[in-house]
């Protein structure tokens, strides 16, 4: 490459991976693999070692990471938080234990260690308490996000043992993959788009303002190497051993490896068992085990030479594509699933892979018979992630996104700023009715047993039930003996029937339905955007359903954790005429639309008197301080408005509503100044 070329080549990867980069750190919305970003990063480093008076000051070989995210704390990091020098091939593996020896001139002993696939963060411990937890931000500075680390379980707040009076200990933290599971079909339940993988989710979740949503999300963490002056330890795996000792969670799956025959064995051990974790991992780190070896050896300015990552590429296999479903879900997304020829992919044969929605039907400009390579690295759901277009057939008909439901021809439409198209035929569309049902009888919702596996369609397809209150019809002689034969995804015929025992069974647990409570019963009926923890708030400020139905959307909106969209949602749910007739048929069938709420208070010193609450606080949590502020009289509000009575400012409150509450004269209390004010 000349010279002039080079220059182009260089300006265009930095811009490239800096925008990669942007959209991992500070967006958490990357759009490309791992493997592909340490592809185009090496080919910059080599450009630049061939031409280094080109090397742009902003070039991602330069730095750690990416961005500092500005919405919390950023601290300065005691010792830099390096990234390790990734590596894709055995060869590599060797030609980094040639170089470790050569340097040392000695016999090494390794670490093997998984490499997990979440977000890095560092504790810090002064006497057995933990005193902070930052990010890895740009390995020089990060973010302090401590309060939502504390609701991490298996991080400890206290030790025991011996520990050092001070000391810095990092790990990861990651989602496990039944809660990211779970998460998910939550957020589906509640008509949200779900994430894309667990590591993403992850790092959004760290971010998260609210420390108690943070701590529903049941994050975990794995730590890995403690840091510390005049540590007593003279190895690695001697001082993670200790600190086992001390409470915290160290993986039992490290090994000690004497020559790179037992590393390659390591990783050869984990290609397909990691497929067997309870979480995700994307490789194998590699650590040289003596600390003073490790200071001999020393870093560059990015990465340890001690140590070094390897990391499995993304599964993935190419098949072809037979057609395209298109999939309609309760709330009336509709979602394409690609059809392939079946293909063996981490250890199962996978015969459909997910599409998402139109926009990457149109990006990957997807044809009917294409060679696709589809992947499921860190995804739940294996996905089409490229197309081989130079097998591409001639004449072949591009894949075009449907413009009309699949399931009843209404027109689709799509909602500004979402990628989903929706039918909007919410009462006639069959697969819109029976995961309306399928949700209101559900454990978490109505918890009515015997009608899953193909029940609900069965009753469906015979006319008995096209509404959630049709139900509470149903008789025990109009379900027995109803049965129905299909072909279930694996190949094999199997029936759905309804027998005496399970017929009775169904109808004794419609009627035990009726006590269940008022929340409950909210979240079941399917408001869009409503889950569990929504209809619990919106049943503790409307402790009927004859308020809530009557409520406004500026009522809605001051409510804790009701913003615009779902407040829009509740009003238009009980604006449409066909939920007020169900509605009012379930009343009449004797379902809970009503509870007593505990309304004692403490005092009444913040009677008439209107709060906003924004920030983080050290002596309680967010919810405490609304729940203190309610429980002395007074009312806690969502938004600022010249009817607002105080604002109480918490640490990393939002520069806009610090603007606001000034612009209107509104009063600003500090945690101390509020204290004072209930107890005086």
């Known amino acids: 490459m000349n010279f002039e070329k080079a220059q182009l080549r260089m300006a265009e990867l930095c811009q490239q991976l800096n925008d990669h980069n942007y959209r991992y750190y500070v967006l958490n919305q990357p759009v490309i693999s791992d493997y592909d970003f340490d592809m185009l990063l090496e080919e910059l480093i080599n450009l630049e070692k061939q031409f280094p008076e080109w090397i742009s000051p902003d070039s991602p070989s330069q730095r750690v990471g990416g961005q500092i995210t500005k919405q919390f704390?950023?601290?300065?990091?005691?010792?830099?938080?390096?990234?390790?020098?990734?590596?894709?091939?055995e060869a590599e593996i060797l030609e980094f234990h040639k170089r470790t020896i050569k340097t040392l001139e000695h016999a090494v002993e390794y670490v093997c260690e998984l490499k997990y696939d979440g977000l890095a963060i560092g504790l810090r411990y002064e006497k057995g308490i933990l005193k902070q937890a930052v990010t890895r931000g740009d390995g020089q500075q990060g973010d302090d996000v401590t309060t939502n680390v504390k609701t991490i379980k298996s991080i400890p707040l206290k030790l025991h043992g011996n520990f050092p009076d001070e000391f810095e200990i990092r790990g990861e933290i990651f989602f496990p993959l039944e809660s990211f599971r779970q998460i998910n079909q939550q957020r589906i339940e509640e008509g949200l788009p779900a994430f894309a993988n667990p590591?993403?989710?992850?790092?959004?979740?760290?971010?998260?303002?609210?420390?108690?949503?943070?701590?529903?999300?049941?994050?975990?963490?794995?730590?890995?190497y403690l840091l510390g002056e005049n540590l007593p330890f003279k190895s690695h795996y001697e001082s993670l051993q200790a600190a086992k000792s001390w409470g915290f969670k160290i993986s039992s799956h490290m090994a000690l490896c004497q020559n790179e025959h037992e590393i390659y064995e390591y990783i050869h051990d984990w290609r397909l068992g990691r497929y067997e974790l309870p979480f995700d991992i994307d490789g194998i780190v590699i650590k040289v085990n003596d600390f003073a070896q490790q200071e001999l050896l020393g870093s560059t300015a990015k990465?340890?030479?001690?140590?070094?990552?390897?990391?499995?590429?993304?599964?993935?296999?190419?098949?072809?594509?037979?057609?395209?479903?298109?999939?309609?879900?309760?709330?009336?997304?509709?979602?394409?699933?690609?059809?392939?020829?079946?293909?063996?992919?981490?250890?199962?044969?996978v015969k459909r892979a997910s599409l998402h929605n139109a926009d990457i039907i149109q990006s990957l400009d997807l044809h009917l018979n294409d060679i696709v390579v589809i992947e499921k690295g860190g995804e739940i759901i294996p996905k089409i992630t490229s197309v081989k277009y130079q097998f591409r057939e001639t004449g072949s008909r591009a894949v075009e996104f449907v413009e009309v439901c699949p399931e009843c021809q209404t027109l689709l439409i799509r909602t500004p700023g979402e990628a989903a198209w929706y039918c909007p035929n919410s009462y006639h569309c069959p697969p819109q009715i029976k995961g309306r049902l399928e949700h209101f009888i559900s454990r978490k919702a109505m918890n009515i047993e015997g009608l899953g596996e193909g029940r609900i369609e069965l009753l469906f397809d015979h006319g008995l039930v096209k509404s959630l209150a049709d139900l509470y019809e149903l008789r025990f002689d109009s379900l027995l003996g109803l049965e129905k034969s299909?072909?279930?995804?694996?190949?094999?015929?199997?029936?759905?029937s309804f027998r005496e025992k399970t017929s009775q069974n169904i109808i004794d647990s419609i009627e035990a339905s009726k006590t269940i409570p008022y929340p409950r019963v909210l979240f079941a009926i399917g408001i869009r955007y409503v889950g569990e923890t929504i209809a619990k708030k919106l049943a503790e400020a409307f402790p009927s359903l004859e308020l809530l139905m009557k409520s406004t959307f500026d009522q809605l909106v001051a409510?804790?954790?009701?913003?615009?969209?779902?407040?829009?949602?509740?009003?238009?749910?009980?604006?449409?005429?066909?939920?007020f007739t169900t509605v009012e048929r379930l009343k009449e069938f004797g379902l809970q639309f009503s509870h007593s709420v505990n309304r004692s208070l403490a005092s009444e010193k913040l009677t008439g008197k209107s709060f906003v609450v924004s920030g983080v606080f050290t002596q309680f949590s967010r919810d405490e301080a609304k729940n203190l502020i309610e429980s002395h009289g007074g009312k806690v509000i969502g938004s600022i408005s010249a009817k607002t009575s105080y604002v109480l400012a918490g640490e990393q409150m939002g520069p806009s509503k610090r603007e606001k509450a000034n612009q209107l004269g509104i009063p600003l209390l500090t945690e101390a100044e509020f204290i004072s004010l209930i107890e005086n």
């Open 73 to 89: 704390k950023t601290v300065r990091h005691q010792y830099p938080m390096l990234s390790l020098s990734n590596s894709y091939s």
């Open 199 to 224: 590591r993403n989710a992850a790092a959004g979740t760290l971010k998260m303002q609210d420390s108690a949503e943070v701590a529903k999300r049941k994050l975990d963490c794995w730590l890995y």
């Open 303 to 349: 990465s340890p030479r001690w140590a070094i990552a390897y990391k499995y590429k993304a599964e993935e296999v190419s098949t072809r594509l037979i057609s395209v479903d298109y999939q309609v879900g309760r709330t009336g997304a509709v979602t394409p699933v690609a059809n392939l020829e079946p293909v063996l992919l981490a250890g199962t044969t």
């Open 486 to 496: 299909y072909e279930s995804e694996d190949g094999k015929l199997r029936k759905v």
């Open 559 to 579: 409510v804790d954790e009701i913003g615009e969209k779902i407040a829009e949602s509740v009003v238009t749910f009980f604006a449409d005429a066909e939920n």
